[in-house]
């Protein structure tokens, strides 16, 4: 089996739950997924973003690192 790229490596090596960020390739540019990984395997990673589940493929990723906790959302003024 040939070896991952780093930052696709590092995707398959993580938890399911980890919070990351990954950089990958879309048509005409790049784009970010901030979220928690829910799974990963040979071809593509699923990514739950506050908006929806991104599944991304591997041969897209072009960055992916671990990431801290959110901070606490702000009470809304009265």
Do not use: N, W
């Amino acid at each position: 089996m040939s070896q991952l790229p780093a930052p696709a490596g590092f995707l398959a090596a993580a938890k399911p739950g980890t919070r990351v960020v990954v950089r990958y390739r879309i048509e005409g540019g790049l784009t970010d997924a901030l979220g928690h990984l829910v799974s990963c395997d040979a071809g593509d990673c699923t990514v739950r973003t506050r908006q929806a589940d991104v599944v991304i493929p591997l041969a897209a990723v072009v960055a992916a690192k671990e990431v801290p906790p959110a901070p606490e959302r702000r009470r809304p003024r009265t």
